[in-house]
Structures are given as C-alpha cells and as structure tokens.
C-alpha cells in the first residue's frame, strides 16, 4: 500500500530523511504491483512529485519515428491496440552506447503523456515533440542525466540554453519557475521515458496562485531532491520496462488469440463472429454477478484476471473445431450438396429408364396386334411409375431440410426406400441408398448421429489444444472453463456428463451466452434467426427443466446482459 504522508513542512534534516527513507519503500512497493502502464505513469509522477515537493510535473515517454520523424505504427499510443508499447525502449536503446548518451540513427519522438498540477486543474492533450537539445526534456534524453533549472525565466536569457515553451502555462495561467528533468532509464541503462518536475515549493501545502506565490513560494531544486528524483527515476524505469514488456506479452498472446479464432472462422465461416459475442456476453454478465448484493451469487466476486480468464475461454470456446472436418462444419442440410445431386441423377435415370421401358412395350404390343386399351393400360403404369418417381424427389427436398421431420413425411419416406429399379446390368437397386435414406430420418437438424458425435468432439479438441498452453497461474482455468460449455447441471451434456456441482460457475455462464448466441445468430444456414423474447423463452425452458443456471439466467435477463450484441 502506497504511503499518503505528505512532504513536512519546514523538515528538519532528521524529519527529512525519515520521511523519503518511508516514502521510497512505499514507492518500491508500489511501483512493482503495478501492470497497468497508464496508471504506472500516473504513480511514477505522484511520487516523484511528492518526495521532491513539486506543485507539478509532466511525463515524456520514447516513441520510436520513422526515418521522415514520423510517428511509426508500432510506436507508443497507450490505448491504440493497434500500437505496441515496446517501442518505448526500441528508440532509446542505443542510448548508453553513442557519445554523450545520444541516440544513435534511428529518430525517436518524445511524447508528452501526463501531467498533474496541485495548484490548478490541467486539461492536456498528448503531443510529441523531438529529441533533440530544443527542450529539456530532449536534452535530459540526449545526455543521459538529470538537468536542474532553478530558474526557467533566467535560464532563457542564457545562450546555448533550451528555452521552456510557455506557450502551456500561459494557456493555464500558471507559471513555471524551477524545473527538474530527469531521464528514466531501463535496466541496462536505456533512456524510456523523461520525468519533468516543476516548481519545487517552500512549503508543500501552499497553492501556486498569484504572480507573488510564485515569486515567494518556489524555491530551487536543491541536491537532495535531485538524488531523490534520480533514485526514484531508476526505479520508475525498471518498473516501467517491466510494465511494457507485461503489456508486451499480453498483447502478443491476444493477437494469438485473435488469430485462433480468424482461423476457426475461416473454416466455418457461418458462425463468424460467435465465439466474440459469446465472450462479450459472459464478460458483461459476469461482471453484473460481481455486482449481486444478495442470493446466491452474492458471495462471487471477480477480479480483472477472471474477467480475463472467462474472456479467453469465451473466445476460444470452439476453437477444437479446427479438428473437425470442415464438410461437417459447414454442412446445412442433412444431405450434402453432391449426395442430393447424386439421388437427382439417380431419378433422372430412373424416369429415362421408365419411358424406354413403356415405350418398348407400346412397341413390341403393336407389332403383336394389341388392343387400345391394353396400350392405355402400359401408359398408365408409366404413368403411376412417374408420379411414383416425383413424389420421391418432393421426398428428398422435403426431408431434407433441417427442420422438425412430420411424421407423414417419416412415413412416407419409410415406404420410398423400399422402392426399387433395374439398372443397366440388369440389377435391382434401390431409389434411395440407406445411408441417404438414414440421414433423411434424422428427425430435427441436419446432422446423423455420428456427424453430432464429431461435431460434439470439438470440446475434446478444445481441451487438448487450450491444456498445451502454459496460461500461469491467473488464467490456469481457461481449459476448464472453455471445456465445459456444453455440460448442463442435470448431466445430459458433453463431452463428460458433468452434473452441477462440478461444472464452474464461469463454464455456466459460457452455455447460457453460446445458447442465445446460437439461437439469435442470423447468419446460420441451417435455421433462421429466433428474436430476442423467443430466445429467452428457450432459454428459460432449458432452466426449468433443470439444464441452465437459474440464478445466472435471471440475471441475464434482469441486466439485460442480451443487448450487449445488438
């Protein structure tokens, strides 16, 4: 926990060291529990600011630029996703080896990132400015050392000096006088970032306000304070080279994840976009579970990691699905596009085979002197036989769609596999093969039962690849969690048949949000999209009949978690 002592007024030497020795543990200990780069910066500034007694201060990170000086894309811009923070260090990494701490060829940009002011509210924009010997900062960067002004107005009289722009603090209305900027540096000596200090008061508690404050009360940065800021700046710049390469990792282990989950797409490409509504959805419902003050889910509280954890397991929920084959995936009807146009040629030969047949005894009966009516009498068993044939082919079509089967059409089609014909060998074969005919029979969706065990495998493929990751300690469920979507509390689920009491809370979730997903999703060949309240309406059946989480249900539907992806 971070120390909130202030700087004592008027300290004696004894009070003096007492307070930096605690202030500088506190800030040891705070600077390395902190990840987040953004509130890393903010703390680094805080303390420096206050074990120099400081009204204010900025922040400057380096941010690698192209050969033109521009801004790289995979420069600094916390926030952008879209830019790494490893550059930070690319641009200062030659620092210690070029004469006088300069940097080598490579151009960077110092970018303006924080500042805090104690005696006014600072609204900033972020900039970037050179590296370069015109500012101090850049001049802190280039020589590698700390640069102690104490007096900015008198300092700008001085040839070879940078001036300090005041274009800032006329547009604040403040004013600065005395200026510490010190270079933070890496663990081996690499400039990454510039802590500016401003003002050193004569008082910590006074406020900075009139033309006289600042005359009276700023005072120089005397020797101590700058060992003090050296001090901290080295370790505000291990901490930081720590944070980035943190943020590093956790950027490059997201673009894998993403990169997973383009792939399982790229293959079914029908269900684009699921597995990210399905994290979306179990994030935001988790964190209104966070919330729930009483029942049951009160005791269930998640950090930033769970939160995390049962986002990677939402996203990679499917990913086993890569390990199933892709005609089974996609596949939007119970017979495959070339099965159906096997059976439509097949019939297509029959009814050929049917006509020649007719005609051929129409023929052989003229030639024999036969009556009118036995000749009416060979056309109409041709064509009984043909209307036989179409009805067949309505059959097909018919049963072929992934909807709930009529037990007419069952019927009916029983009866059509039974139907036979005479090929070119002279072998009787029939309309239908049977394994047509069985997936045909499949009496909702369009999967047979061995496609469903194959599609169902995709957990188990889950599994296997999500274990061979080393997730560490924070996110070491993300198998289990993303294994056990599909299990239901009464124990009718796959792969395992897990009952309630051993399927995670998290996983729970997961099921709820794939089951509304896939119900909703409009882009599903094998069915139409079901709206919102008829979804629930499923949903709800499912809790009823003892499958899905009451307690998690209501809460998606209370918080109104389903809107999240609409």
Not at 48 to 70: C, F, K, P, Q, W
């Amino acid at each position: 926990m971070a120390s909130n002592e202030s700087f004592p007024e008027a300290p004696s030497p004894v009070e003096r060291a007492r307070y930096e020795r605690n202030e500088l543990l506190s800030i040891s200990r705070a600077l390395s529990s902190e990840r987040d780069i953004r509130k890393l910066l903010d703390l680094i500034l805080d303390k420096s600011r206050r074990i120099t007694g400081a009204d204010a201060g900025s922040v400057y990170v380096i941010e690698a630029a192209d050969a033109d000086g521009n801004g790289q894309p995979d420069g600094l811009a916390f926030g952008n996703p879209a830019r790494s923070p490893r550059a930070l260090g690319e641009a200062g990494r030659r620092h210690a080896s070029t004469p006088a701490g300069g940097l080598a060829s490579r151009p960077a940009r110092l970018h303006f990132m924080l500042s805090q002011n104690d005696s006014i509210p600072v609204d900033f924009k972020e900039f970037t400015l050179p590296v370069d010997d015109t500012s101090l900062a850049g001049r802190a960067v280039l020589a590698g050392r700390p640069i102690n002004v104490p007096d900015v107005e008198q300092a700008k009289a001085t040839a070879g000096n940078p001036a300090h722009n005041r274009s800032f603090d006329d547009k604040i209305g403040y004013r600065a006088r005395s200026m510490l900027t010190v270079p933070m540096l890496s663990a081996e000596g690499e400039v990454i970032g510039v802590i500016q200090l401003i003002n050193k008061k004569r008082r910590p508690s006074q406020v900075l306000a009139t033309p006289a404050d600042f005359e009276e009360g700023v005072v120089p940065f005397d020797e101590r304070a700058e060992e003090m800021a050296l001090a901290l700046a080295s370790q505000a710049g291990v901490s930081l080279e720590n944070a980035i390469l943190y943020d590093e990792i956790r950027r490059l282990f997201e673009s894998f994840v993403d990169a997973s989950v383009t792939a399982i797409e790229s293959r079914d490409p029908t269900t684009s976009g699921h597995s990210r509504r399905v994290a979306t959805l179990s994030v935001a419902l988790a964190e209104k579970v966070d919330a729930v003050a009483e029942g049951p889910l009160a005791p269930v509280h998640f950090s930033r990691d769970d939160l995390r954890q049962i986002e990677y397991a939402g996203v990679l929920h499917d990913f086993g699905k890569v390990g199933v084959r892709e005609q089974i995936l996609v596949k939007a009807k119970k017979l495959y596009d070339w099965q159906l146009e096997v059976i439509r040629l097949r019939l297509a030969y029959v009814r050929k085979a049917i006509e020649a047949e007719s005609l051929r005894k129409q023929l052989e009966h003229v030639r024999q002197g036969g009556s009118a009516t036995a000749l009416a009498a060979i056309e109409k068993q041709r064509n009984e036989s043909l209307a036989a044939l179409d009805e067949c082919w309505h059959l097909v079509q018919t049963a072929n769609e992934p909807t709930v089967l009529d037990q007419p059409v069952l019927a009916r089609l029983v009866e059509a596999a039974a139907w036979t014909y005479v090929d070119e060998g002279g072998q009787v074969r029939p309309y239908l093969l049977p394994d047509e005919v069985a997936a045909l029979q499949v009496p909702r969706g369009s999967l047979t039962p061995l496609e469903r065990q194959q599609i169902e495998s995709h957990v188990n493929h889950t599994v296997a690849f999500l274990q061979t990751i080393p997730w560490g300690r924070s996110l070491r469920r993300v198998p289990q969690i993303a294994g056990a979507h599909h299990e239901l509390l009464n124990g009718a689920g796959y792969p395992a048949g897990l009952r309630a009491a051993d399927i995670p809370l998290e996983a729970r979730m997961l099921t709820i949000a794939d089951i509304f997903d896939a119900l909703t999703a409009a882009d599903r060949p094998y069915k139409a999209a079901v709206p919102v309240a008829r979804a629930l309406g499923i949903l709800e059946s499912e809790v009823k009949a003892g499958r899905c989480d009451a307690d998690l249900f209501r809460v998606f539907v209370d918080a109104e978690i389903y809107k999240r992806v609409f």
